[in-house]
Structure formats: structure tokens, C-alpha cells
Nanobody, 126 residues
């Protein structure tokens, strides 16, 4: 059974940086893609960054330039570096994985992913 465990969340000030990590265990096959999503209560879960097994990265337009996704295959860990944080980045951040192939234009959709972590809270104060 696949387990995804996020860490690195916390409370920061606007302008600070944070690095989230998602450690994955319990599988032997390679994931096709992994992604970071975030959700604010009362709103839909949205993708912020994804990376596939070709190391092609995709970002939500409004975070590009501040967010960087990376994958350390030796540690089975996906990272999300967030720089110059803003109050609107406040959310619960989730890691997700998909093993089977999916078209690239679907990778920013939460419904594409079938394995999820429990989330880590990020709070940014002004």
C-alpha cells in the first residue's frame, strides 16, 4: 500500500521561504507523476506544481517563479520550495501520486491522482 507523508509546513511571515517534503513508501513501481496541491476551507483543491517521470514540471500560473518542485528518486521524496511567501499561500498542502500514464494536460487536475497524503498546514501572516 502506498503511503505519502508530507512535512515541512508551519507558520511563517510574508517574504519568508519554506520547503515542503513528501516521502513516499510502500510501492516498487515508478510513479508516472507526482504533484503538490493546496486547499483552503470552502474552496476546491488546486494544483500548484507537478512533476512527471521525465522530470517535466508544470506550475499553476500564479505561483510560477516562486514555487519549485523537485524529486529525489534515491529518497523517494518530492519537494516543494516556496519563496517570497504571501498570505494567499495559506492553505493545507497535499502531495499526490499517480502510477499509470496520464496525458500531460490532465496533470494539474486533482482527479488524475489516486494516492494522497494527509496534508500539511502552511500559514503565512502579513
Amino acid at each position: 500500500q502506498v503511503h505519502l507523508v508530507e512535512s515541512g509546513g508551519g507558520s511563517v511571515q510574508a517574504g519568508d521561504s519554506l520547503k515542503l517534503a513528501c516521502a513516499s513508501t510502500g510501492y516498487t513501481e515508478m510513479t508516472h507523476c507526482m504533484g503538490w496541491f493546496r486547499q483552503v476551507p470552502g474552496q476546491d483543491r488546486e494544483a500548484v506544481a507537478t512533476i512527471d517521470n521525465y522530470n517535466v514540471m508544470m506550475y499553476k500560473a500564479s505561483v510560477e517563479g516562486r514555487f519549485t518542485i523537485s524529486h529525489d528518486s534515491s529518497e523517494n521524496t518530492v519537494y516543494l520550495q516556496i519563496n517570497n511567501m504571501k498570505p494567499e499561500d495559506t492553505a493545507t498542502y497535499y502531495c499526490a501520486a499517480r502510477f499509470s500514464y496520464a496525458q500531460s494536460d490532465s496533470l494539474l487536475s486533482p482527479s488524475t491522482y489516486d494516492n494522497w497524503g494527509q496534508g500539511t498546514q502552511v500559514t503565512v501572516s502579513s
